[in-house]
């Protein structure tokens, strides 16, 4: 089965500055990769994601590449905010069968 | 509007009784799952059910058992609670639905059930 590896656990960042996460997946079969963020007391929130078909996507502060070869994926936040502290979480799935395989989390804090 | 809603939001009990959590969707999504969260965070999938039959039965008691009535409903039932059941319980859905989500694959998370067992 598919194995997804998270890195950094916890992670500290100055406001301002860029953050970045990263997801290693064994499976060369999974084909979409999403970005969670999950706030205290509520449950994950889906702010990014990528299929395979592409190796980088943008939404304004947030932005996700992919290489498929060393079959891994990053999550990059510029100008981070005291709004972005959450932990985040990465996951990898193939488009059938739906399994979605997570990573085990970053604890994003933002000092300001 | 509330996508995809758990009750209750908080639940105490005494360890050995039996409990429910339940579970609705209004994406129209024909895919529902139990992810069961840890305090370390871990997310782990528990069961996933597609137009109200099991798909995903991951290693679970079987004192865990899903009811999927309808496609928008999948609710949790709990016998004989054990200190070690305490966690966080999310619900998610995703496939093609009628709220014209672009993608038919992604999960949508509900706000979550912290279940307490004394």
């Known amino acids: 089965g598919e194995n997804v590896e998270q890195h950094p656990s916890t992670l500290s960042v100055q406001e301002g500055d860029s953050a970045v996460i990263k997801c290693t997946y064994s499976?060369?079969?999974?084909?979409?990769f999403p970005w969670y963020k999950q706030e205290l007391g509520k449950g994950p929130q889906l702010i990014i994601d990528?299929?395979?078909?592409?190796g980088e996507k943008k939404d304004q502060r947030i932005a996700v590449t992919l290489n498929k070869t060393a079959k891994h994926f990053s999550l990059h936040i510029t100008e981070t905010q005291p709004e972005d502290s959450a932990v985040y979480f990465c996951?990898?799935?193939?488009?059938?069968?739906?399994?979605?395989?997570f990573g085990t989390g970053t604890s994003l804090t933002v000092i300001p | 509007d509330t996508a995809v809603s758990q009750t209750p939001k908080y639940l105490v009990t005494q360890m050995g009784n039996d409990k429910s959590i339940k579970c609705e969707q209004n994406?129209?999504?024909?895919?529902m799952y139990w992810y069961k969260q840890d305090s370390k965070k871990f997310l782990k999938i528990m069961f996933s059910?597609?137009?109200?039959?099991?798909?995903i039965n991951e290693t679970v008691p079987n004192r865990f058992s899903p009811k999927s009535p309808d496609k928008a409903h999948l609710n949790l039932h709990i016998n004989s609670l054990e200190l070690g059941d305490s966690a966080v319980y999310f619900c998610?859905?995703?496939?093609?639905?009628?709220?014209?989500?672009?993608?038919?694959?992604?999960?949508?998370f509900g706000p979550g059930t912290r279940l307490t067992v004394l």
């Open positions: 996951a990898a799935s193939q488009f059938a069968g739906n399994q979605f395989y």
């Open positions: 994406l129209g999504h024909d895919t």
């Open positions: 990528i299929r395979s078909n592409v």
């Open positions: 499976d060369s079969a999974s084909n979409y």
């Open positions: 059910y597609n137009n109200k039959e099991l798909i």
């Open positions: 998610a859905s995703s496939g093609a639905g009628t709220s014209g989500t672009l993608y038919t694959d992604t999960q949508y």
